[in-house]
């Protein structure tokens, strides 16, 4: 099996930073394209960004030069580094990853989501 798990939520101030981070675990070969997706209450879930294993990112428009994507192979793990935060940014952050498993066959899993709140 296999898990992500993510962390470093919470509740900050407009203007403020949070570092997002989601650790893979279990039976994984490698793992390729890393992303973070939101939602927020009654919207569909949105892409926010997405690193390739060779580092390669890319952003929705929105956060582009507010928030950072990086992973660290060694640990399985990516995050979100988010900066000059606004309210509209209150979602639930959530993970999604591709894995190759020792059998050779790729799968797409989704951790459980961190709620990041923006607020005054």
């Known amino acids: 099996q296999v898990q992500l798990v993510e962390s470093g939520g919470g509740l900050v101030q407009p203007g403020g930073s949070l570092r997002l981070s989601c650790a893979a675990s279990g039976s994984i070969f490698s793992i390729n394209h890393m992303r973070w997706y939101r939602q927020a209450p009654e919207k569909p879930r949105e892409f926010v960004a997405t690193?390739?294993?060779?580092?390669?990112?890319s952003y929705v428009d929105s956060v582009k030069g507010r928030f950072t994507i990086s992973r660290d192979n060694a640990k399985n793990t990516v995050y979100l580094e988010m900066n000059s935060l606004k309210p509209e940014d209150t979602a639930r952050y959530y993970c999604?990853?591709?894995?190759?498993?020792?059998?050779?066959?790729?799968?797409?899993?989704w951790g459980q989501g961190t709620q990041v709140t923006v607020s005054s």
């Open positions: 690193i390739s294993s060779s580092g390669s990112a």
């Open positions: 999604n990853a591709d894995i190759l498993r020792p059998n050779m066959v790729i799968n797409n899993y």
